[in-house]
């Protein structure tokens, strides 16, 4: 098991910019699969992106705007979030996994944070 919060979620104007982290806490933070979902009202749990030690994956929709990373000597995963668009409303979940690949599906992942909101405005 591992404990996850998020933070760095708000209010945006379309174009910019957030920066949001997942800190983690638990042994062996570094062999989990991470991944960002977002929700935004009345929609299903949407992949994101995720990361592990194989490499990185993005939903389409997000390609060349967002980019994960992590610093496993912090415990910390980012998602750095750039030219933002008001489709990109939503709250968005850090979640973590053992699973082989880097799954997009939301049960995959037995332990998440709590969410943080983010809206862009026009």
């Known amino acids: 098991q591992v404990q996850l919060v998020e933070s760095g979620g708000g209010l945006v104007q379309t174009g910019g910019s957030l920066r949001l982290s997942c800190v983690a806490s638990?042994?062996?933070?570094?062999?989990?699969?991470v991944a960002w979902f977002r929700q935004a009202p009345g929609k299903e749990r949407e992949f994101v992106a995720g990361?592990?030690?194989?490499?990185?994956y993005y939903a389409d929709s997000v390609v060349g705007r967002f980019t994960i990373s992590r610093d496993n000597s912090k415990n910390t995963v980012f998602l750095q979030m750039n030219s933002l668009k008001p489709e990109d409303t939503a709250v968005y979940y850090c979640a973590a996994g053992t699973v082989a690949g880097i799954s997009q599906r939301p049960y995959e992942y037995h332990d998440w944070g709590q969410g943080t909101q983010v809206t862009v405005s026009s």
């Open positions: 638990g042994r062996a933070f570094s062999t989990y699969t």
């Open positions: 990361i592990r030690w194989s490499g990185k």
